[in-house]
């Protein structure tokens, strides 16, 4: 009996936290083109907005509100695309960057959030596959694209768990 009872708590607690969890029944990531600064970044982050969008759905999978529902809204707007080349990060004047003002509008309005998000190359050796040699990350490198893609998305992600 006393197993029976742990269990049930154990499934009741657990539920609880599936419902929790926010439905998302829209994102957008816009992202200004003049932002970014060089040609050879301009290439690289070319379906930036597509694929930051899909890396965020796909954390949130589990949250994505059927059409009948009223969801959370997330519109994200890249206002800066920054990649610096080897060189200037390499002597620390500048370094590669995605910042974008995300706004998470909940069926709550009170629970709204509004913030700006950085994410830097500071931020993205946890992302990288192991083994990978940072000194030979350039702005064509997919994997400095998808980890910084990556951690972007994680983080509006977290908002919603």
């Given at each position: 009996?006393?197993?029976?009872?742990?269990?049930?708590?154990?499934?009741?607690?657990?539920?609880?936290?599936?419902?929790?969890?926010?439905?998302?029944?829209?994102?957008?990531?816009?992202?200004?083109?003049?932002?970014?600064?060089?040609?050879?970044?301009?290439?690289?982050?070319?379906?930036?907005?597509?694929?930051?969008?899909?890396?965020?759905?796909?954390?949130l999978v589990s949250q994505i509100a059927p059409e009948d529902v009223e969801g959370a809204e997330i519109e994200i707007d890249l206002d800066?695309?920054?990649?610096?080349?080897?060189?200037?990060?390499?002597?620390?004047?500048?370094?590669?960057?995605?910042?974008?003002?995300?706004?998470?509008?909940?069926?709550?309005?009170?629970?709204?959030?509004?913030?700006?998000?950085?994410?830097?190359?500071?931020?993205?050796?946890?992302?990288?596959?192991?083994?990978?040699?940072?000194?030979?990350?350039?702005?064509?490198?997919?994997?400095?694209?998808?980890?910084?893609?990556?951690?972007?998305?994680?983080?509006?992600?977290?908002?919603?768990?």
């Amino acid at each position: 009996m006393k197993h029976l009872i742990r269990s049930t708590a154990l499934i009741a607690a657990m539920s609880t936290a599936v419902v929790a969890e926010t439905q998302v029944s829209k994102i957008d990531v816009t992202a200004d083109l003049s932002a970014i600064e060089t040609y050879e970044a301009a290439g690289a982050w070319k379906n930036l907005e597509a694929d930051l969008e899909t890396a965020i759905a796909e954390r949130l999978v589990s949250q994505i509100a059927p059409e009948d529902v009223e969801g959370a809204e997330i519109e994200i707007d890249l206002d800066e695309v920054t990649l610096a080349n080897n060189f200037e990060t390499s002597l620390g004047i500048g370094e590669w960057k995605l910042v974008g003002d995300v706004d998470i509008d909940m069926p709550d309005a009170s629970k709204d959030e509004n913030y700006t998000l950085t994410v830097t190359t500071d931020q993205l050796g946890a992302l990288y596959p192991e083994g990978t040699n940072t000194d030979e990350l350039t702005v064509e490198s997919d994997v400095f694209y998808q980890a910084i893609v990556a951690a972007f998305a994680d983080n509006i992600a977290s908002k919603l768990k």
